[in-house]
């Protein structure tokens, strides 16, 4: 089997959450990584999943002849200029999001990435998840009609540190940026409009930072439709990610994580005339 050599750039928490993961899959291997912050501890960690080499500097990642792809997983300020080394040097890209909290930067580093002619992917994983994607499908199918409303809650189960809040980009750009790109990717249509109210109601420490930790925003879409996206930095119960997509002819609902679950409402009536009742169709599977 040909196996795919990957080098990755940040072993912070999110590094390390990839770095687990990839070394779990046998068309992976991986070749190398860097951190500025390297500890014994970490190296200790990284020798654990049989990674051969560890750097300081980044560049000796990017411009290694034997890695054919690259994680950037280090602060948002460093994203561009490392997708724009690394698509310089040939490498293809998987960059946490997001590109850049400056879209001018952003837009740069994009062009790099045409120009070097390689593949980019940012971090936006709430795509991939099995009940979000088969909403996705339903819209694609044209199974419920096209949609006219779209609900997205997210709240995290509490509050990132301080540290973490003073470099994050703010509650939008941090967090609800999942959200905006999975209100893209459900309907299939671009934003044109965006509403937004934000509050300090967590911890006043989002103050200090200039920050919030919840938010309400009104989205109004190409096609039409209307968004509602609600965040959280803390909801007591646990994390929360949930999805409806309200349609002319039904609805769907999602549930990221665990439980894992997606349910589908559709009418017995033809479209456009009133219908009685609703055939539920619910697809739960329990936690691994």
Request: aromatic share 6%; net charge positive; charged share 25%.
């Amino acid at each position: 089997m040909d196996k795919i050599r990957l080098g990755i750039i940040g072993l912070g928490r999110i590094g390390k959450i990839h770095m687990e993961n990839l070394w779990r899959r046998p068309d992976v291997e991986l070749v190398a990584a860097s951190d500025p912050f390297l500890t014994a501890e970490t190296e200790r960690w990284a020798a654990g999943l049989g990674v051969r080499r560890l750097e300081k500097d980044s560049a000796a990642i990017v411009g290694d002849p034997d890695i054919d792809a690259v994680l950037i997983c280090s602060p948002t300020d460093t994203h561009a200029s490392l997708i724009a080394q690394a698509a310089a040097c040939g490498k293809h890209i998987f960059c946490e999001k997001p590109v850049s909290l400056d879209v001018r930067e952003t837009a740069k580093a994009l062009e790099k990435v045409k120009q070097a002619g390689v593949k980019l992917q940012i971090g936006f994983n709430r795509r991939f998840d099995r009940n979000f994607r088969r909403i996705r499908e339903h819209v694609l199918l044209g199974t419920i009609g096209t949609p006219h409303l779209v609900k997205i809650t997210s709240r995290d189960p509490a509050p990132p540190s301080e540290a973490y809040i003073a470099s994050s980009g703010g509650l939008f750009m941090d967090m609800m940026i999942h959200d905006f790109d999975l209100a893209r990717y459900l309907t299939g249509s671009e934003v044109t409009e965006v509403y937004a109210q934000g509050a300090v109601l967590v911890d006043p420490v989002f103050a200090r930072h200039g920050d919030v930790d919840t938010a309400i925003v009104t989205l109004k879409f190409e096609s039409g439709a209307i968004g509602v996206i609600d965040n959280s930095r803390r909801a007591v119960y646990g994390y929360d990610q949930r999805v409806e997509v309200f349609e002319r002819g039904g609805g769907q609902h999602g549930r990221g994580r665990v439980p894992r679950q997606a349910a589908a409402f559709l009418p017995r009536t033809l479209p456009g005339r009133l219908p009685r009742g609703a055939r539920p169709v619910r697809r739960e599977r329990a936690a691994r």
